[in-house]
């Protein structure tokens, strides 16, 4: 429904051979796989379809969260929210209360994309304005629900352009201080309309996460992105102000979609950390810890902790894999 330049997932409504919806029960067949592994969160993501108002959220969150209640769902986004309450007819609000009364219990940030005008217009014409997206996580964290804040880089903005960026998210942290983590990524250049005509540095990004370090001052946490620029520059992200590297991911479909083919393992993680002279810790969505892997005699054996390959758009990749549950070393 909103046709960005920049991404490979998106799929016409009545393209029936490139567009796709899981069933419920498939969804929950996930959940199950995520539990079984220890994993704790799931980040429920997709396209705007062209049917899906908040009725459609309310029950899936409600199936999972009485299937499996330990399960955090980080999910969703502004940009889903002001698509969902135009389908429904409600007001954003109504729809935050609404999905979050059913069991979202966090916002992820995407949609963010780039705020200010200029860029959002290049790349994301179609979308709400970043002012919208701001204004809509600003009434979630009011409503008590917290999100992650994205930026995505390397699209053709400017050196102003980012740093207005963070000033906006800045302005609307100070006033809720609802925005957990900020995260910048890369874009990615394969299968969409900007045919990687620009791309931002690995340079440039370390910069970035410094410069948020130190400009985001009232964000508690920076997030490096291997799953964009790699594992060695996620590594590196740790030298330069980031204090999280994100999940393993068991399975993701937006950002492979568009040539990111980074996968890693719990423990290549835990080594990156590791060897980085940091501690690795295993997080809650709320940055709890959970597990402090700090002696490495003690580290977890479970080899199953693997980020897969589903994207459609990938050589090997399904947008329905089986995740093969192997015995546990």
């Given at each position: 429904?909103?046709?960005?330049?920049?991404?490979?997932?998106?799929?016409?409504?009545?393209?029936?051979?490139?567009?796709?919806?899981?069933?419920?029960?498939?969804?929950?067949?996930?959940?199950?796989?995520?539990?079984?592994?220890?994993?704790?969160?799931?980040?429920?993501?997709?396209?705007?379809?062209?049917?899906?108002?908040?009725?459609?959220?309310?029950?899936?969150?409600?199936?999972?969260?009485?299937?499996?209640?330990?399960?955090?769902?980080?999910?969703?986004?502004?940009?889903?929210?002001?698509?969902?309450?135009?389908?429904?007819?409600?007001?954003?609000?109504?729809?935050?209360?609404?999905?979050?009364?059913?069991?979202?219990?966090?916002?992820?940030?995407?949609?963010?994309?780039?705020?200010?005008?200029?860029?959002?217009?290049?790349?994301?014409?179609?979308?709400?304005?970043?002012?919208?997206?701001?204004?809509?996580?600003?009434?979630?964290?009011?409503?008590?629900?917290?999100?992650?804040?994205?930026?995505?880089?390397?699209?053709?903005?400017?050196?102003?352009?980012?740093?207005?960026?963070?000033?906006?998210?800045?302005?609307?942290?100070?006033?809720?201080?609802?925005?957990?983590?900020?995260?910048?990524?890369?874009?990615?250049?394969?299968?969409?309309?900007?045919?990687?005509?620009?791309?931002?540095?690995?340079?440039?990004?370390?910069?970035?996460?410094?410069?948020?370090?130190?400009?985001?001052?009232?964000?508690?946490?920076?997030?490096?992105?291997?799953?964009?620029?790699?594992?060695?520059?996620?590594?590196?992200?740790?030298?330069?102000?980031?204090?999280?590297?994100?999940?393993?991911?068991?399975?993701?479909?937006?950002?492979?979609?568009?040539?990111?083919?980074?996968?890693?393992?719990?423990?290549?993680?835990?080594?990156?950390?590791?060897?980085?002279?940091?501690?690795?810790?295993?997080?809650?969505?709320?940055?709890?810890?959970?597990?402090?892997?700090?002696?490495?005699?003690?580290?977890?054996?479970?080899?199953?902790?693997?980020?897969?390959?589903?994207?459609?758009?990938?050589?090997?990749?399904?947008?329905?894999?089986?995740?093969?549950?192997?015995?546990a070393s």
């Amino acid at each position: 429904m909103t046709a960005c330049k920049f991404c490979a997932f998106y799929a016409a409504p009545k393209d029936t051979k490139k567009g796709w919806s899981r069933d419920l029960d498939d969804i929950l067949r996930r959940c199950a796989e995520t539990v079984e592994l220890g994993g704790t969160q799931i980040m429920f993501q997709g396209g705007h379809h062209p049917d899906y108002g908040v009725e459609y959220y309310e029950e899936h969150f409600a199936a999972i969260k009485k299937a499996f209640p330990q399960l955090v769902i980080h999910s969703l986004g502004a940009s889903e929210i002001d698509h969902m309450a135009r389908i429904s007819g409600v007001s954003a609000e109504e729809a935050i209360r609404r999905i979050h009364a059913a069991g979202l219990d966090s916002f992820a940030g995407a949609g963010a994309e780039l705020l200010p005008a200029r860029p959002r217009k290049a790349i994301a014409p179609l979308k709400e304005s970043g002012e919208r997206w701001l204004e809509i996580m600003e009434t979630a964290h009011n409503l008590g629900v917290e999100s992650t804040v994205t930026m995505l880089m390397g699209t053709g903005e400017t050196n102003a352009e980012r740093i207005e960026h963070l000033r906006m998210i800045r302005e609307v942290q100070d006033r809720t201080g609802g925005f957990r983590a900020f995260i910048p990524y890369t874009y990615q250049p394969e299968n969409n309309h900007l045919k990687g005509r620009t791309q931002a540095t690995m340079f440039e990004y370390l910069r970035m996460i410094a410069i948020a370090r130190i400009y985001l001052d009232n964000v508690a946490h920076i997030q490096g992105s291997w799953l964009t620029t790699g594992k060695e520059i996620g590594q590196l992200s740790l030298h330069y102000g980031a204090d999280d590297l994100g999940s393993v991911m068991l399975e993701e479909n937006v950002v492979s979609s568009a040539g990111a083919k980074h996968r890693s393992n719990r423990q290549e993680l835990i080594d990156l950390i590791r060897t980085a002279g940091r501690v690795p810790a295993q997080r809650g969505t709320t940055y709890e810890h959970l597990v402090i892997h700090d002696d490495p005699a003690n580290d977890p054996v479970d080899d199953r902790v693997a980020s897969h390959i589903s994207s459609t758009a990938i050589d090997g990749g399904t947008a329905h894999p089986e995740l093969k549950l192997i015995p546990a070393s």
